[in-house]
Nanobody, 117 residues
């Protein structure tokens, strides 16, 4: 089992920035990719970004150029730097961890991000 704990959410005005963190613990040796998803009220959870153990990163089109995912393998922590935030970025953001075969190893509890207009 892998435990994931997010932090860094909050309330910010449109155009502002936030940095989310997610620390992994437990059986982290099996973790390959870590990522971020989000879920807005009344909507399905959607992919935001992911980064592999080797540092390859992928983004949803809606956040490209505004969000940056990074990772500190020594600290088993993944970050999401969010710049140029928009009201439509408002959601609960969840951290995820996947194994070497793409299997989902765990989810974080979520952290609320609210962007006011």
């Amino acid at each position: 089992q892998v435990q994931l704990v997010e932090s860094g959410g909050g309330l910010v005005q449109a155009g502002g920035s936030l940095r989310l963190s997610c620390a992994a613990s437990g059986r982290v040796v099996g973790v390959n990719a870590m990522g971020w998803y989000r879920q807005a009220p009344g909507k399905q959870r959607e992919f935001v970004a992911r980064i592999t153990r080797g540092g390859s990163s992928y983004y949803a089109d809606s956040v490209k150029g505004r969000f940056t995912i990074s990772r500190d393998n020594a600290r088993n922590t993944v970050y999401l730097q969010m710049n140029g935030l928009k009201p439509e970025d408002t959601a609960v953001y969840y951290c995820s961890a996947d194994g070497d075969f793409g299997q989902r190893l765990g989810w974080g509890q979520g952290t609320q991000v609210t962007v006011s207009s």
